[in-house]
């Protein structure tokens, strides 16, 4: 699923009105069909905080949002905001449920993910510093379900003269999380972490000072990951500036922000396998 990080207002809008559409024409089907539930919370940052906020959401909600996609639990999750303070509410996340009964029918499960996360605290400051939740909303996608990655094309489209950036006519949250838990790991500064978002065969290369550098990714994370989190990991913003798939295959380009004078891009070839999301390759330019 393709989404620019910063959205107008009224394109977020556009968005949720789509969603409406897209949920509405399944009312026709009856009451006791099967449906997968879709819950909306929408957040208001404190002045200011909308980055750290998401910083926050993307490395505590969302990591634990991720091992419920790989336990079957969860469809997909998604982070859109209005890129300002202004509004009742400035951010928005997503997340579709497999199960009908939505969170209740996961709630035992998810305990155990909660229990066994670790809040990350985004330069000291937990939720209650950075935002908090307005409201939430439940949409009930009944079957037959929209073809895989049908919804996601037609979100897309609504959003086609909206951005000039390359898009994916097809699903593409996987190769979206499988480029999330590289961060994840390397947040963490274990090697083993990092090497396990790499394939076996992938490879970490780029060019630094006019050199280039090429190693496997097994290598890349033995020599850069000694256990610690990193120095800039409270002051680092990445940004999934895009992604295009097709087929089993897809591309990333990541914005990297570390402080207010640092900023270069990592691009991911990712390639999926038995229904699994990892890194072939990451390459990068250190700035100069």
Do not use: C
């Amino acid at each position: 699923m393709i989404f620019s990080p910063r959205l107008p207002f009224m394109t977020l809008v556009s968005i949720g009105l789509t969603l409406l559409i897209l949920a509405s024409s399944q009312t026709v089907v009856a009451a006791s069909t099967p449906a997968r539930v879709v819950t909306m919370t929408y957040l208001k940052s404190e002045p200011g905080k909308l980055d750290q906020l998401e910083r926050y959401v993307r490395s505590n909600w969302f990591a634990m949002d991720a091992e419920a996609v790989r336990q079957g639990l969860f469809v997909n999750y998604e982070w859109l905001d209005t890129g300002s303070d202004d509004g009742t509410w400035n951010a928005l996340v997503m997340v579709t449920y497999n199960d009908e009964r939505g969170f209740a029918g996961i709630e035992q499960r998810w305990a155990a993910i909660k229990a066994a996360h670790k809040e990350v605290r985004i330069n000291g400051a937990g939720m209650k510093e950075l935002g908090r939740v307005v409201e939430s909303k439940t949409l009930f996608e009944r079957q037959p379900f929209l073809a895989k990655g049908q919804q996601t094309a037609n979100l897309s489209a609504a959003l086609a003269d909206q951005s000039s950036l390359p898009t994916s006519p097809v699903d593409v949250s996987g190769a979206r999380q499988a480029v999330e838990e590289y961060f994840r790991a390397a947040d963490s500064g274990k090697a083993e972490n990092v090497r396990d978002t790499f394939w076996p065969s992938g490879r970490f290369e780029g060019v630094s000072k006019g050199t280039l550098i090429s190693m496997s990714g097994e290598e890349f994370a033995t020599k850069n990951f000694k256990g610690q989190p990193p120095s800039y990991v409270n002051n680092v913003k990445r940004t999934i500036e895009w992604i295009n798939v097709s087929g089993p295959a897809g591309v990333a380009r990541v914005k990297i922000e570390i402080g207010t004078t640092t900023v270069y891009f990592d691009y991911f070839i990712l390639y999926r396998v038995n229904g699994v999301w990892k890194i072939g390759l990451k390459a990068f330019a250190n700035p100069e």
